[in-house]
């Protein structure tokens, strides 16, 4: 009987879930015109390609571990939903890129970010939210806000996230079970754009961003 309850109600989560509509947002073209996109004295970014692909390049010159900077198109107010992209740090080794969500401003939203020079250990991926004008990772160091997982150097990975209420879910190169699970979303970053997170990365590589928005 226990096992005829669990199959019903995981029938039911299924079906729910299929079931589920959202509001779908192309953001794989990147118009510099309508993004918002990270160029200064230390930072730069070009529309080229990595690996043939056709991709947003985001270059840092100087090297900083305090370094974070977003490119997105502003006016989003992504709440929960599925967030999906492809992304590769170009380099050898080390650099950290990846996506965020809940995006206010410059200095306050929720990411997700890879360390492909970490992968295979605990330190693979790693969340935090940013609120703060100096990027504070060192203060999400503890083990419940990372997680293990293979992250390819120098060549794309696919990434999808799920966010649901306090609940979000990493996905990588479309494994069927998410690489982390994390159940305690930050209150006071609730909803807001969706983007791109070049961390310290002489170079990452950014494309096919796509937004499914629940309703």
């Given at each position: 009987m226990k096992k005829l309850i669990l199959l019903v109600a995981l029938f039911a989560a299924v079906k729910i879930q299929a079931q589920q509509k959202y509001q779908?947002?192309?953001?794989?073209?990147?118009?510099?015109?309508?993004?918002?996109i990270p160029k200064n004295?230390?930072?730069?970014?070009?529309?080229?390609?990595?690996?043939?692909?056709?991709?947003?390049?985001?270059?840092r010159k100087?090297?900083?571990y305090k370094s974070a900077s977003l490119a997105y198109k502003p006016g989003l107010n992504f709440k929960d939903g599925i967030i999906e992209m492809d992304v590769a740090c170009t380099i050898?080794?080390?650099?950290?890129?990846?996506?965020?969500?809940h995006i206010k401003d410059e200095h306050h939203y929720e990411t997700v970010y890879f360390r492909p020079g970490s992968s295979g250990t605990t330190n693979?991926?790693?969340?935090?939210?940013?609120?703060?004008t100096?990027?504070?990772?060192?203060d999400y160091e503890a083990t419940k806000y990372q997680a293990k997982a293979i992250i390819p150097q120098n060549k794309w990975f696919h990434i999808k996230v799920v966010v649901q209420g306090s609940k979000m879910e990493v996905y990588v190169d479309n494994a069927a079970k998410p690489a982390m699970t994390y159940t305690a979303l930050d209150p006071s970053l609730k909803s807001?754009?969706?983007g791109y997170w070049h961390g310290n990365c002489p170079q990452g590589a950014y494309k096919n961003l796509i937004v499914k928005a629940f309703n």
């Open positions: 779908l947002y192309d953001l794989s073209v990147v118009n510099p015109k309508q993004w918002i004295d230390t930072l730069d970014y070009e529309l080229g390609s990595f690996d043939g692909k056709k991709a947003l390049l985001i270059k100087i090297q900083n050898p080794k080390g650099g950290f890129v990846g996506l965020a969500f693979a991926i790693q969340y935090m939210p940013e609120k703060k100096e990027f504070n990772w060192w807001g754009a969706v």
